[in-house]
Nanobody
Framework: QVQLVESGGGSVQAGGSLRLSCAASGDTYTTSSMAWFRQAPGKERDGVAAIESDGRTSYADSVKGRFTISKDNVRNILYLQMNTLKPEDTAMYYC???????????????WGQGTQVTASS
């Protein structure tokens, strides 16, 4: 089993920055591929950024150039650096992990509880 715990969410003005963290514990070898998703009220859960075991990354078009995903493989922590936040980035953000590289598809086996990000204009 794997436990994923997100932190770092909050409220910022548009144009601001936040860094999300996701700490993994348990059988972390099963989460070699990880990703961030977000879900706004009344909308589907969308993939934001993903990182594979070899370090390759992928991003949703809406966040390219503004968000950066990274992973500390020693401490088993996933990060999402979010810059130039926009009101449309407001959502609950979830981290996810699996041994299969699902990239931005919401098929991951393990999910955190989420952390709220609010960017106000």
């Amino acid at each position: 089993q794997v436990q994923l715990v997100e932190s770092g969410g909050g409220s910022v003005q548009a144009g601001g920055s936040l860094r999300l963290s996701c700490a993994a514990s348990g059988d972390t070898y099963t989460t070699s591929s990880m990703a961030w998703f977000r879900q706004a009220p009344g909308k589907e859960r969308d993939g934001v950024a993903a990182i594979e075991s070899d370090g390759r990354t992928s991003y949703a078009d809406s966040v390219k150039g503004r968000f950066t995903i990274s992973k500390d493989n020693v401490r088993n922590i996933l990060y999402l650096q979010m810059n130039t936040l926009k009101p449309e980035d407001t959502a609950m953000y979830y981290c996810a992990g699996d041994r299969i590289a699902y990239c931005l598809l919401p098929k991951y086996a393990y999910w955190g509880q989420g952390t709220q990000v609010t960017a106000s204009s």
